[in-house]
């Protein structure tokens, strides 16, 4: 007797489901579209001015190998331009599609200011994107989060690339700290609900069979004072009335403390995913 072994799944509700937070409610920013540009505009005006992210640079350089000067690339959801601006250097024309009015505002500031003349952008979700047009590459990186129709997403994605799309997202196991408080004490913890798996096997069902490149990456994080160190390594725990004690054993043997400031320093990495639409 053959018996049957693999079950459907339907892999686009295994990505809905992960948008709800731990009491099983989906969460006031991932369906109030002021309340999630609110927070943008409150993240720009705390960061404005700052570098961005360190560690994007090695995810640029690796998905630089896949773009030649020549391309015309789509940017979903580009954020405060990890990639925008180092994308705009290297290619002949650059458009950027985000739902914030702030961040867009915040970009076309940048791009004046720089000189870059390159850049255009589209204020819309993407999940609203409905255009024909076609771009060398369509690029889209940790711009997932809030689309609740992520196969449409994806597909929307594919129709829009001519030569290749790359989507990724970064990924990492738990800070160390948090799987001693687990094995030590049976702390519960609030595992992400989402992963890069998610998006490959929803591409899967799509009949897209994408390529997957991990990164290896490290991020520094940097704390000014002790309690602020402590509370930020402790919204992982999932256990209600956590012994601050037992945190704060087990952070210190990960921390280091430099010149007035708390260092925590975490490897985490990048998944790519990237496919030819004209090969499929």
Not at 162 to 178: D, E, N, Q, S, W
């Amino acid at each position: 007797m053959i018996i049957e072994t693999r079950e459907k799944v339907d892999f686009e509700k295994v990505w809905q489901e992960g948008m709800k937070d731990w009491s099983g409610k989906m969460p006031e920013r991932m369906v109030n579209d002021a309340l999630e540009e609110q927070f943008w505009a409150q993240y720009i005006e705390k960061n404005a001015g700052k570098e961005t992210d360190p560690y994007a640079e090695g995810i640029f350089q690796t998905i630089a190998k896949f773009i030649e000067q020549t391309d015309t690339v789509l940017e979903i959801g580009p954020g405060w331009g990890n990639y925008t601006f180092p994308l705009a250097n290297h290619v002949e024309k650059l458009t950027c599609v985000d739902s914030s009015a702030s961040m867009i505002h915040y970009l076309q500031n940048k791009c004046d200011s720089d000189n870059y003349n390159n850049i255009s952008f589209i204020h819309e979700k993407w999940e609203d994107y409905n255009r024909t047009e076609q771009y060398d590459i369509v690029f889209g990186m940790n711009c997932f989060y809030r689309i609740y129709e992520i196969k449409r997403a994806l597909q929307q994605i594919h129709n829009s690339a001519k030569k290749l799309a790359i989507i990724g997202v970064t990924f990492a196991p738990m800070r160390p700290h948090y799987i001693d408080l687990q094995n030590n004490f049976g702390y519960s913890l609030k595992y992400p609900r989402r992963d890069y798996i998610d998006l490959m096997n929803i591409l899967y069902e799509l009949d897209i069979h994408a390529n997957c490149q991990i990164v290896d990456l490290e991020k520094t994080y940097t704390y000014n004072s002790y309690d602020e160190m402590i509370d930020a390594n402790s919204v992982k725990l999932l256990t209600p009335n956590v012994g601050r004690s037992q945190v704060e054993e087990a952070v210190q043997k990960y921390v280091e403390y430099n010149k007035g400031k708390y260092i925590y320093k975490h490897q985490f990495k990048a998944a790519l995913l990237y496919w030819s639409p004209s090969s499929l």
